[in-house]
């Protein structure tokens, strides 16, 4: 069965970085687009970023863009999320997605937690 397993979160200072990963199995990961979700406390999952199967034309919230970079190692079957310059309203739990929509395969989530 199709297996999508977030680590790499943790507590960071304001200011700091963080490297999620996603590890995937059990689909054809090459033939994937990707993308990372998030959910704060109290709040509607929301969208952050996105990657084609190749790896190219990624997309970024707003609320990101400029601070986080989305990429992916096929031959690792590993999607990953470089956050930098990281904010306390950037707390929340980060989702895998395979597809990119909520019809899609999701992951149990990591949490980050950013302190001020």
């Known amino acids: 069965q199709v297996q999508l397993v977030e680590s790499g979160g943790g507590l960071v200072q304001a200011g700091g970085s963080l490297r999620l990963s996603c590890a995937a199995s059990?689909?054809?990961?090459?033939?994937?687009?990707m993308a990372w979700f998030r959910q704060a406390p109290g709040k509607e999952r929301e969208f952050v970023a996105d990657i084609s199967a190749s790896g190219g034309n990624p997309f970024y919230s707003e609320s990101v863009k400029g601070r986080f970079t989305i990429s992916r190692d096929n031959a690792k079957n590993t999607l990953y999320l470089q956050m930098t310059g990281l904010k306390p309203e950037d707390t929340a739990v980060y989702y895998c997605?395979?597809?990119?929509?909520?019809?899609?395969?999701w992951g149990q989530g990591t949490q980050v937690t950013v302190s001020s």
């Open positions: 059990g689909l054809t990961f090459s033939r994937s687009a």
């Open positions: 997605n395979q597809g990119g929509t909520i019809a899609g395969y």
